[in-house]
């Protein structure tokens, strides 16, 4: 039998090559769609868009009882919030998750400004007719929500600031340094694109919980089956990252330039979290922030990151005990 020329074998195996990685594009291609409209799907479920005299804003509902304003972080949007404060419900709160300005379906208007957002939380408070409500700012969430405290002090009974984003200064020397720019920009990259976040959740998860979510991937790894699905919850509700890219980018501007507030002039019962190995450096800012706020409460834990991984309970029981005080004091 004829010995078929070596240039056709390897014409051949190229064609194998080629018709293989094809064949394993299509189904890579097929299954990122897939994910990214059940995502979708999810991001626009229990919500709706409420028109207020400042502009459309997102809303999701839950409960009855105390009202309570569920400011997100980076990366949110109404079902980050809602995710996140859904076991309040339980606790007779009413539940009031917001998307800030450029996540989803609340668009991002010239002044994004914290104190233009904060004005947005009363616009979307007077147009549900709530006339006083707790205020909780998760992360970038902060800053508007400290600026709601402080513009509109006659309507926030209580305020949560959750491992924020906040101003320090530079005299204050954190446990974890500050994010780069050099990372911040290869973060903003990666959290551009559906596809690039979604191969890494696929690839790198557990880069993608230590960078993106500044949080040590062996803790939860390491804590209970209910922890991790939250934390595999949260990050994978951040898809479609292409409808949150606007809020992200203005997030990371943000976190650069942050200012010194007047939290001297703060009333409402105030209630301050971080964890020391919070990979985004908030835990001396939140202590600082603390610090300032009369009678404020500072609850800082050793370790769990900036999702505060283990501590979920513990820092919904010291809100619900917050509610509670600040309800009685009236």
């Known amino acids: 039998m004829k010995r078929k020329p070596l240039w056709v074998v390897l014409a051949v195996a190229i064609a194998v090559v080629i018709a293989v990685v094809l064949v394993v594009a299509l189904v890579i291609r097929s299954r990122f769609e897939a994910d990214l409209a059940v995502a979708a799907a999810r991001a626009a479920q229990g919500s709706a868009v409420v028109a207020t005299r400042c502009g459309p804003i997102e809303v999701q509902q ?65 147009a549900l007719g709530i006339g006083k409500a707790a205020v909780v700012g998760i992360s970038a969430g902060g800053p508007s929500a400290m600026q709601t405290a402080i513009r509109h002090p006659d309507r926030v009974s209580a305020l949560v600031l959750v491992v924020p984003i906040a101003y320090k200064p530079g005299t204050v020397i954190d446990s974890a340094p500050p994010v780069s ?81 007047a939290l001297e002039t703060i009333r409402a019962p105030t209630l301050v979290v971080s964890a020391r190995d919070d990979g985004f450096g908030t835990y001396a800012a939140a202590h600082y922030t603390a610090s300032r706020i009369p009678g404020a409460r500072f609850v800082g834990f050793d370790d769990g990151g900036h999702l505060l991984v283990g501590h979920d309970a513990e820092v919904q029981a010291h809100l619900i005990r917050l509610l509670a005080e600040s309800r009685h004091a009236k």
């Not at 914290?114 to 947005?120: K, L, N, R, T």
């Not at 992200?248 to 010194?260: H, I, N, V, W």
């Open 181 to 261: 720019d050099a990372k911040d920009a290869l973060l903003l990259r990666l959290l551009g694109s559906d596809f690039l976040f979604w191969t890494a959740l696929h690839v790198a998860r557990d880069p993608l919980v230590r960078h993106v979510l500044a949080t040590p991937p062996e803790q939860v790894a390491a804590a209970s089956e209910t922890e991790r699905a939250r934390v595999n919850d949260l990050v994978e509700r951040i898809l479609p990252v292409s409808s949150r890219a606007a809020g992200l980018r203005d997030d990371t501007r943000l976190g650069k330039r942050l200012g010194p507030y």
């Open 62 to 126: 839950a409960g009855d009882g105390i009202p309570l304003l569920m400011i997100h972080g980076s990366g949110g949007g109404h079902d980050q919030g809602m995710a996140w404060a859904r076991p309040l419900v339980q606790q007779g709160v009413r539940v009031i998750a917001m998307s800030r300005f450029g996540y989803l379906r609340t668009p991002r208007p010239a002044d994004a400004s914290p104190e233009a957002q904060a004005d947005a939380h009363i616009c979307l408070l007077d």
